[in-house]
């Protein structure tokens, strides 16, 4: 029959295709500055156990901060900007990247104070949180300040963020956090340290276990399909078929939405930010809460701000100094910039 | 459910073995029962809607049949008309309207003081009024008896398919294909398959992958130079194109698969060499619509050439307006309604340059034309349209370009898309693939399967025709 000759014929094309991609074009290239479109998409669709182990191999040249993030060494990383000079009030910053840089320029700007940076490579709240709570008591600062990145919002979901930024993830845990009944509850990372994260990659059976199996319990994001290598990986289609899952995957685990903001993730976020207030004014801190709006999240960064405000928690919204250009919903996080449809 | 998620994959599995299972009457039946969930699927509030309008023209379609008054039969007619069209202006142009008086009212001083209600715009609502519409209006010309049976024309309102984005099907045509046993060939079957591949390689390989490169440009203009301006507009004319005739493309094939044949809404649009021919290539059932209840109505062409062209000025305001409740549109329609005018004026009543070099040029300066009214289309606001102008006539051409590179399957899926036009084109049919060799339909399949994985990777947008 026709349509079943044809059927074959586009198997065997697309097959062929895969071939040409895989051996035409090649896959490989180490450097992701160096590769082409076509790689880089061939690339960013492996699955997250070969882009963590591709990772961990061609850390120095491919990617340094795969060793970042980790909770049980995230402290020693945590750097002070200047020596520090007793009798003057600390400040620290728990969060990412964006936060860093807010660290700084208030560091260049305030002379009079001891600034402190904490952080994970584009941090989730859970991270953030995890680290102010867990941070040794000697160590704490009069000031600290929680960042939130709204488009990590989604971490409230996972262990990890190679799930919800599937296409170039980072390997280090942080705790995934619930509200039930009230209460708050916590999953905490097993795996703390890249050491032995790094262990895992390069043979220890027990330890990838441990950290495979956290991560399809735990993680809202991540099946075997998206976490584990397999043959099939050889194939340019079924690497496009993956992040065409993954996209789907995430848009089913964000289904919560309702006038563009997913309530049981602001719930979780609220209450994180009530602890961390509470917690704080016990020490006897002064804490401040920054809202880092980069790209436009407008929608869950009124929740927020309407929350702290309720709560009495100070706070500062960066998009009040700098508004993002672009207005975007959280549930198309992989997006730079668009809008879904016209008018 | 939109038609390029996995639900709707799932939806179309499920039915699709029921179908071939079931008899003709309760094919029917079952159709009905998956347009009401594929319909409710949005919101379950609007399925009263569609109801309200399907129980009002069945009814009023009957009454008119039976009905040999000619006043009463104009009053039935009257009252179909009259209540699709305040479905239409409550649901779609209330806050619209209320706004702009509200702002009319500010300029001369009164402030006026009233909300505007949170009205929910109801997917495809633009779409289902108008058909039913035409089929009072049908049934009143006596160019169509009423339909017997409820749930029959229950189907024709709420087929799933062409439910919220057309094709607008008129009941003479599409009727008989309800109440007449079906019989989905295995030739339908594989047209249908490559018409639902090839409309979402268009729409998810190309216009999703468009709106990356179109969106920020049209978010901020006044942050960019003319060339950008101009390949965003550029772009803007294949997504747009893309959206809505993928869209169309998949209802049709869907359709297929059960038998139906949905009419043809596009036909290489971007070939025309005049608005006339544009308007016979592009939404090709709204244009027919528009010119058989409304423009002949008015009178079309019978009148003087004032009088024509003031038919063609309204028609085409009002198709604006249908397009959306936004000024922008209105300002769209205008433009059309000017260039349909302008070129009856010109060029009368001539057919359109035939021949080679000259044809291909007149292709490309019409061109130009469609996308100035796109741009109008897309902008955001009034402002905006004057912004964007102006960057086009005077402003820096820009030493580099600053909009986003498009994404890997547009870089692939534009050209292969504008060879297969091409060769449709040359052709002569939307059927030219079917003469090739098999293994080159082969090849040609697994390219758009491969483009269209590589579409699949980002989120997906709403149809653009949705919201009309």
């Not at chain 1, 009069?142 to 488009?151: D, F, G």
């Not at chain 2, 971007?270 to 423009?295: C, G, K």
């Amino acid at each position: 029959m026709r349509i079943i000759r044809i059927f074959g014929w586009t198997l065997l094309a697309l097959l062929g295709l895969d071939l040409i991609v895989k051996h035409g074009i090649g896959y490989h290239e180490i450097d992701r500055r160096k590769q082409n479109r076509i790689q880089r998409q061939a690339f960013e669709g492996r699955p997250i156990e070969s882009k963590l182990k591709h990772y961990v191999r061609y850390a120095k040249t491919v990617r340094p901060s795969i060793s970042s993030g980790w909770a049980d060494t995230i402290y020693r990383r945590g750097t002070f900007l200047r020596p520090e000079i007793d009798g003057q009030p600390s400040v620290t910053f728990y969060g990412m990247s964006f936060s860093n840089h807010v660290g700084k320029q208030f560091d260049a700007l305030e002379e009079g104070f001891n600034v402190r940076l904490i952080a994970g490579p584009s941090a989730p709240l859970s991270h953030s949180f995890y680290s102010f709570i867990n941070e040794p008591e000697l160590e704490a600062a009069n000031v600290p300040v929680l960042a939130v990145l709204l488009e990590g919002l989604p971490g409230l979901y996972a262990v990890v963020d190679a799930g919800y930024k599937f296409k170039s993830p980072h390997a280090y845990l942080f705790p995934r956090y619930s509200v039930d009944d009230g209460e708050l509850r916590v999953i905490e990372p097993p795996v703390r340290d890249f050491a032995s994260f790094a262990s895992g990659v390069e043979g220890s059976t027990a330890q990838w276990d441990l950290y495979r199996s956290h991560l399809l319990n735990h993680d809202s994001f991540v099946d075997p399909f998206v976490l584990d290598a397999s043959f099939l990986d050889n194939s340019f289609c079924v690497r496009l078929l993956r992040q065409a899952w993954v996209r789907h995957k995430y848009e089913t685990v964000l289904e919560h939405w309702k006038n563009d903001v997913d309530w049981e993730m602001m719930t979780i976020a609220n209450r994180l930010l009530t602890e961390f207030h509470q917690r704080a004014l016990d020490r006897g801190q002064r804490p401040i809460v920054l809202i880092v709006n980069a790209r436009g999240h407008n929608a869950a960064e009124a929740v927020l701000a309407e929350h702290l405000k309720r709560e009495g928690i100070p706070f500062l919204l960066t998009s009040s100094i700098c508004p993002p250009p672009t207005t975007l919903r959280l549930s198309s996080p992989m997006v730079t910039s668009r809008r879904s449809a016209i008018g | 459910m939109l038609f390029n998620s996995l639900d709707f994959a799932l939806f179309i599995a499920i039915l699709l073995p029921l179908y071939y299972v079931c008899r003709h009457r309760q094919q029917n039946r079952l159709l009905l029962v998956a347009s009401y969930i594929f319909y409710g699927s949005w919101d379950w509030r609007f399925l009263s809607l569609i109801l309200l309008s399907t129980v009002i023209d069945y009814t009023v379609g009957r009454a008119i049949q039976r009905s040999d008054s000619a006043a009463r039969r104009k009053s039935l007619v009257a009252v179909s008309i009259f209540s699709n069209l305040s479905l239409l202006g409550v649901f779609k142009y209330f806050n619209f309207f209320a706004d702009s008086f509200a702002v009319i009212l500010g300029s001369i001083g009164f402030e006026a003081d009233w909300t505007t209600l949170n009205i929910v715009l109801p997917v495809g609502i633009s779409f289902y009024t108008f058909q039913t519409m035409s089929y009072a209006i049908d049934v009143y010309r006596r160019d169509l008896d009423a339909v017997d049976d409820f749930f029959d024309f229950a189907l024709y309102v709420a087929f799933f398919p062409q439910l919220v984005a057309g094709p607008i099907e008129r009941a003479k045509q599409f009727m008989p294909q309800i109440t007449q046993p079906r019989s989905p060939s295995l030739d339908a079957f594989s047209r249908g398959l490559f018409l639902i591949l090839f409309g979402l390689f268009k729409k998810v390989a190309i216009a999703d992958g468009l709106a990356y490169t179109v969106d920020p440009v049209f978010e901020s203009p006044e942050q960019f130079a003319r060339v950008d301006l101009l390949l965003a507009t550029y772009c803007f004319a294949f997504q747009i194109y893309c959206d809505f005739s993928g869209y169309t493309d998949i209802a049709r094939g869907v359709a297929k698969l059960m038998g139906f044949n949905l009419s043809l809404n596009f036909n290489l649009p971007y070939v025309s060499q005049n608005p006339q021919e544009f308007w016979r290539r592009w939404h090709i059932s709204l244009s027919t619509w528009l010119r058989d209840y409304l423009y002949i109505p008015l009178g079309g062409s019978r009148g003087s050439l004032v009088r024509t062209n003031i038919n063609l000025s309204i028609t085409m305001f009002l198709g604006g307006l249908w397009h959306g409740a936004a000024w922008n549109f209105v300002v769209w329609g205008v433009y059309q309604g000017a260039i349909l005018a302008i070129h009856r004026l010109v060029v009368g009543r001539r057919a359109a340059v035939s021949h080679g070099l000259l044809r291909i040029v007149w292709i490309g300066l019409f061109f130009q034309v469609i996308c100035y009214g796109w741009l109008l289309f897309r902008a955001n606001s009034l402002a905006s349209i004057v912004t964007m102008t102006r960057i086009l006539l005077f402003g820096p051409m820009g030493t580099e370009l600053l909009l986003p590179t498009p994404e890997l399957s547009v870089l692939i899926g534009l050209p292969l898309l504008l060879m297969m036009d091409w060769l449709q084109y040359l052709k002569g049919t939307s059927h030219w693939y079917r003469k090739w060799p098999e293994p080159l339909q082969g090849i040609l399949f697994a390219l758009m399967i491969v483009v269209l994985l590589m579409g699949m990777g980002k989120a997906p947008a709403q149809f653009i025709y949705f919201q009309f």
